[in-house]
């Protein structure tokens, strides 16, 4: 069975450092892997994936984030955190071309950045 | 394009009335998904379509809750009779294919008192 774990509730950040929101996965076969980002209020939206070649990923926004096979995990990172990136973060896994290639997220990482 | 419609934004009802909650997937998407948030529980998968078959409900809680797709541009989430501990957010959203990221409407407010 797909799962997807988000250790860390909550990770906070002074504006200008840079963060990590980590995420684990555990799926047979090869996942696409996903981040997305969720402001109050909003629906998820998508921020970057990892499908195959290079380990690390940029996305929208000035994210990033870096795919290891060994230790099946996905962390988002930022190089400077920005007080407007506080908001709740998700990361998923989806098994490509299967007949069930449903998407599974993990449970969520509230990221706050103070200035 | 407009993105996943999700209507209604907000619904109030009372328990042992019938919910229906309604999707409109991205045009040329053939994966459509309903989740809940709530949090307690997080995001939940409710079920999965592909090509308007249901291809995983494993995560539809009970037999109260109904999900159809009738063709590709529509689908409903009905609950039947609501309960409160229904209330949450119902999300819908659609990909292409089996292998790419999907998008996300904007969610239902589901509040059963």
């Known amino acids: 069975a797909q799962s997807v774990a988000q250790p860390e509730d909550q990770v906070n950040v002074a504006e200008g450092n840079p963060l990590t929101v980590k995420c684990t996965y555990s799926?047979?076969?090869?996942?696409?892997l996903f981040w997305y980002v969720q402001y109050p209020n909003r629906g998820l939206q998508f921020l970057l994936k990892y499908i195959t070649g290079d380990n690390l990923v940029k996305g929208s926004y000035g994210f990033e984030a870096e795919f290891n096979k060994s230790q099946t995990s996905f962390h988002l990172k930022k190089p400077s955190a920005l007080v407007s990136d506080s908001a709740l973060y998700f990361c998923a896994v989806r098994v490509p071309y299967s007949s069930a290639s449903k998407i599974i997220f993990g449970s969520g990482t509230r990221l706050s950045i103070r200035p | 394009d407009a993105g996943v419609i999700q209507s209604p934004r907000h619904e109030v009802t009372e328990m042992g009335q019938e919910v229906t909650l309604r999707c409109k997937p991205i045009?040329?998407?053939?994966?459509l998904f309903w989740y809940r948030q709530t949090m307690m529980r997080g995001l939940e998968l409710l079920i999965y379509f592909n090509n308007n078959v249901p291809i995983d409900d494993s995560g539809m809680p009970e037999d109260r809750f109904s999900a159809k797709m009738p063709n590709a541009s529509f689908s409903t989430l009905k609950i039947q009779p609501s309960e409160p501990r229904d209330s949450a957010v119902y999300f819908c959203a659609s990909s292409v294919g089996t292998a790419t990221e999907a998008f996300f409407g904007q969610g239902t407010r589901l509040t059963v008192v």
């Open positions: 799926v047979s076969g090869n996942p696409y």
């Open positions: 045009s040329g998407h053939n994966s």
